[in-house]
């Protein structure tokens, strides 16, 4: 357990699976796991993710190339547009409980830089979407 202090209030165990905030650990698990797919509407899940701060000891969730792939199969077929793309990276960006698949750490990272910030990188497009792709699929081989 880490100590309490101004960036990190003190919330004990109490009982198998729960905080003292009463929130169930695997719970935090799940909700990253709905925003890694993305899945809408977003707004209570973040709301509900909110409670469990933004730091974390441990990676609970662990992104691959076939989550990133997936997404962007969405947004080729319409399902999402380029902002949610950006949107969706951007809250996976510089997060503790979240973590890279290990043989594409290095290549997710990128992605997932590049996708949130595309006013320094280039604009959220179909070609750039299906180049990522490919990009994972040749790595992931």
């Known amino acids: 357990m880490h100590e309490a202090g101004p960036d990190r209030p003190q919330v004990k165990r109490v009982?198998?699976?729960f905080t003292s905030r009463?929130?169930?650990v695997e719970g935090r698990a799940a909700l990253?796991?709905?925003?890694v797919r993305y899945e809408l509407p977003?707004?209570?899940t973040l709301l509900m993710?909110?409670?469990f701060g933004w730091d974390s000891d441990e990676e609970l969730y662990q992104l691959s190339g076939q989550d990133v792939i997936a997404l962007?199969?969405?947004y080729l077929?319409?399902?999402l547009t380029a902002a949610q793309v950006q949107h969706w990276a951007e809250l996976l960006e510089m997060r503790d409980d979240v973590g890279f698949e290990v043989k594409q750490t290095d290549l997710l990272k990128q992605i997932i830089f590049r996708l949130a910030n595309p006013e320094v990188n280039r604009t959220i497009t179909r070609t750039l979407a299906v180049e990522i792709q490919a990009q994972l699929i040749e790595e992931a081989s």
Do not use: C, P
């Open 49 to 51: 993710l909110s409670a």
């Open 72 to 74: 962007l199969d969405r």
């Open 77 to 79: 077929e319409g399902a």
């Open 32 to 35: 990253l796991a709905k925003v």
């Open 42 to 44: 977003l707004e209570e």
């Open 15 to 17: 009982s198998a699976g």
């Open 22 to 24: 009463g929130l169930r």
